[in-house]
T-cell receptor, first 113, second 113 residues
């Protein structure tokens, strides 16, 4: 299966802990996007990365959230000191260079207790 | 301010009939539009897209129509099948789709046998 792989699928954290969400893009895709979906809402853009570069982080909260897409390995979305309001589904998408269709993973459902 | 609006939260149609899902946008910089289908606990699946240089794109049972002057697009599914029952998201992007996607809140389609 060469699709976008996200893990874990479900993540439970207590308030104040750290959450790390991983995304492996489709093989050959060098663009990665992270989106967040709250209940009954559409997906909201968070950050757009290319290998080793953050291209657009206009949707990222200013504090506690960070993202990276290293030269080797998956993209990581990191949330420090999680709060209940961070509970949501987090989706990763990838796209080819100069292509215009983003393909999504199955998502990570984060629950903060 | 919501730049992409899907004003019908839900739609119910009979198997074999046409399903029409609507989407409006406000940002005139959007030049690429996509429809995604989403089942519960899964990621969005790409269905069909259209560039602003076209007014219609067809793929099998799915057709997307774009009316730039009205800033409106619609997805037609003919004939509708029970397996089409899902939430459908309209998304828009600028710069040919290589940038972030802006999503509507979705329309839940139910196709009754």
């Amino acid at each position: 299966n060469a699709g976008v792989m996200q893990n874990p699928r479900h993540l439970v954290r207590r308030r104040g802990q750290e959450a790390r969400l991983r995304c492996s893009p489709v093989k050959g895709h060098s663009h990665v996007y992270w989106y967040r979906q709250l209940p009954e809402e559409g997906l909201k853009f968070m950050v757009y990365l290319q290998k080793e570069n953050i291209i657009d982080e206009s949707g990222m909260p200013k504090e506690r959230f960070s993202a990276e897409f290293p030269k080797e390995g998956p993209s990581i979305l990191r949330i420090q000191q999680v709060v209940r309001g961070d509970s949501a589904a987090y989706f990763c998408a990838s796209a080819q260079v100069a292509k215009n269709i983003q393909y999504f993973g199955a998502g990570t459902r984060l629950s903060v207790l | 301010d919501q730049q992409v609006k899907q004003n019908s939260p839900s739609l119910s149609v009979q198997e074999g009939r046409i399903s029409i899902l609507n989407c409006d946008y406000t940002n005139s910089m959007f030049d690429y539009f996509l429809w995604y289908k989403k089942y519960p606990a899964e990621g969005p699946t790409f269905l069909i897209s259209i560039s602003s240089i076209k007014d219609k794109n067809e793929d099998g049972r799915f057709t997307v129509f774009l009316n730039k002057s009205a800033k409106h697009l619609s997805l037609h599914i003919v004939p509708s099948q029970p397996g089409d029952s899902a939430v459908y998201f309209c998304a828009a992007s600028s710069q040919g789709g290589s940038e972030k996607l802006v999503f509507g809140k979705g329309t839940k389609l139910t196709v009754n046998p």
